[in-house]
């Protein structure tokens, strides 16, 4: 018996499911949902175009894992630690604690790298479980850091 095994973690892949109407994500693993957080994609809905602000949806990838280690509300700016931690509330669209960034699987998507669409944690908590995002998928931080440790990169998402 394997550690993993013995831990009790399925040998499947997990898979993220993000429903859209329902503004939350699930963890699934050998054909069953583990864990359920919600979120906040975009507040201006969804689609594919450069500069929108929406959310893409379809076939993702989680293509980098950023943030390991960092503190939850840690702020970061082009993907980088900036030493500061966030506070709550405030107009600006922060991203805080850890970033999932994703890659677009299918051809419509394709763009989402650079696109800089992410999973990551907030300044607005208390807008999670609505839209409200620029675009990204939204998450209150501690619920980001838990999601960050159970995913490794090349992690299969869907968006829809």
């Not at 693993?29 to 602000?53: K, Q």
């Not at 840690?74 to 805080?96: C, M, N, Q, W, Y």
Request: aromatic letters at 8%.
């Amino acid at each position: 018996m394997t550690t993993e095994e013995a831990d009790g973690q399925s040998r499947e892949n997990p898979e993220l499911r993000v429903d859209v109407a329902r503004q939350a994500v699930s963890l699934w693993r050998g054909g069953r949902a583990e864990r359920e957080w919600p979120v906040s994609t975009s507040r201006f809905g969804l689609g594919f175009e450069p500069g929108s602000n929406r959310t893409p949806t379809g076939n993702f990838f989680v293509a980098e894992k950023i943030g390991e280690g960092a503190p939850l509300w840690a702020e970061f700016k082009s993907r980088k630690p900036t030493g500061l931690v966030a506070g709550h509330g405030g107009e600006e669209d922060r991203i805080l604690t850890r970033i999932l960034w994703l890659g677009g699987a299918d051809p419509e998507n394709a763009n989402t790298k650079e696109r800089y669409i992410y999973f990551h944690g907030t300044n607005r908590e208390d807008l999670v479980g609505s839209p409200a995002s620029h675009g990204c998928v939204r998450m209150r931080n501690a619920d980001m850091a838990e999601l960050f440790e159970l995913v490794p990169e090349g992690t299969r998402v869907v968006i829809g």
